[in-house]
């Protein structure tokens, strides 16, 4: 097999062998292929498209490219969450307990990364004493005994996924329906759940700007999950503006709280609902999606939720104090209010530019070797469609400088006031 051949018959828009797949990404993983081959390969995927088979063949070829992780040794269904990414996307830190509280087992690898604020393990780290490095046996038996635990990423998990996103990165074909799609699908993969859940985001601050876009690529990675034997189901939802009110990491673990407690921002809890029901479902644990919310709803109100979040942080060396005292929370030394100048109605929120605000103050990396501070961030105190008066604080920020005056200008350009404005719908559909 000569890979200028394969190059040519997808430039020519054929489709690709199961075998000439695992050829070209086994070849690439090790350095047999070069990177201007395997980028002309990117080029014409991206203007030809794949078939569903050669998409789910391209994940498991980057599945086998590295370590799979076996979660066999625990019992019943493992359901696996993954969000394409948002501003102020706290949803992790609650649907883990959550669904766990109803005894389905929560095996989540986790990362940091970059981005506005912190991965979810850095978010957890503002939990004094909370540790994500577990061994493989104690993450087992963490996961058997309480049903939940979430470790930092380890092992070589998709290198083939590695290098081929960074080519993608520098030769613009990173927004390939087929290439994102079997990317993000591949990791979960290799991580090792039964069923996966998906929350694909859409708006200012996602990768998809528009709903047929967010759509294609939640079809898409549903297709693919299913075609590999992990039963699949998307959540397509708004990112239009942050989710909830918290961008920060110790502000979201507080913000997660309150939604474990029944008293979170109601997008959030909207949202975790969404999610929630298909992972209740996926696990075989309600007939119908209905009756997982409603077991959801349940586990808020009696408290069994809550109580899950304090022993999954004991279990892994926190304080569980923490979430009846929240002020234990690293806090930061500043709160700068960001006032209304105008009366109105908040008609946009822009997601992507109000995360970097909070990336501003430190909340998250800009590069791989940044240290976070976890007590800043923002608190929405408006969102969409809510009236405002002139005066009235439209943001909390919280920063350990006194001077923030290129945050406050950042929120004011990205926050409209109008005359009129609706809030935007959360959840725009499910694909099963
Ligand atoms: N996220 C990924 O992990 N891969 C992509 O290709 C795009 C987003
Ligand atoms: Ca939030």
Excluded: W
């Amino acid at each position: 097999m000569r890979m200028v051949d394969l190059i040519e018959k997808k430039r020519d828009g054929k489709e690709l062998t199961t075998r000439e797949i695992y050829y070209i990404i086994e070849g690439y993983t090790k350095d047999e292929i070069p990177d201007y081959q395997v980028s002309a390969l990117a080029m014409a995927i991206y203007f030809q498209d794949m078939t569903e088979r050669e998409r789910a063949d391209l994940t498991m070829a980057m599945v086998h490219s590295g370590d799979m992780i076996d979660l066999s040794a625990i019992a019943g269904v493992k359901v696996d969450k993954h969000s394409t990414g948002g501003v102020g996307d706290t949803t992790t830190l609650v649907l883990a307990p959550l669904v766990a509280a109803l005894d389905i087992p929560v095996a989540k690898m986790s990362g940091r990364g970059l981005g506005h604020t912190g991965g979810t393990i850095d978010k957890l780290e503002s939990i004094a004493g909370f540790h994500s490095e577990i061994g493989k046996d104690e993450f087992v038996n963490l996961v058997n005994k309480d049903k939940i635990s979430i470790v930092g990423q380890s092992g070589n998990l998709t290198p083939a996924d590695k290098k081929l996103y960074a080519l993608r990165d520098v030769t613009a074909t990173v927004n390939s329906i087929p290439l994102i799609a079997s990317s993000i699908m591949s990791k979960k993969i290799a991580a090792g759940s039964d069923a996966i859940v998906l929350d694909v985001k859409m708006g200012a601050g996602a990768f998809m700007k528009t709903l047929e876009d967010a759509q294609e690529l939640a079809y898409a990675m549903v297709r693919i999950g299913n075609n590999v034997g992990r039963k699949t189901m998307a959540v397509i939802s708004d990112m239009s503006q942050p989710l909830g009110n918290a961008i920060g990491n110790a502000l979201e673990v507080k913000e997660a709280i309150d939604t474990l407690q029944g008293i979170g921002p109601k997008d959030l809890e909207e949202l975790c609902y969404a999610l929630g029901r298909q992972m209740v479902y996926l696990a075989n644990k309600a007939s119908s999606l209905e009756e997982a919310e409603d077991m959801l709803k349940e586990v808020i109100r009696n408290g069994k939720a809550l109580n899950k979040f304090k022993e999954f942080i004991l279990n892994q060396g926190g304080d569980p104090s923490v979430v009846d005292h929240p002020e234990k929370l690293p806090q930061a030394e500043y709160r700068i209010e960001v006032l209304a100048r105008e009366d109105g109605v908040v008609a946009e929120i822009v997601a992507d530019e109000i995360g970097t605000a909070a990336m501003l103050l430190g909340a998250g990396r800009v590069t791989k070797e940044s240290t976070i501070d976890l007590a800043v961030g923002l608190m929405l105190n408006k969102k969409i469609g809510d009236s405002v008066k002139v005066g009235e604080s439209l943001v909390t920020i919280h920063s350990n400088r006194e001077n923030v005056s290129e945050v406050i200008d950042k929120i004011y350009a990205n926050i409209r006031i109008a005359n009129q404005a609706e809030p935007p719908l959360l959840v725009y559909g499910t694909v099963v």
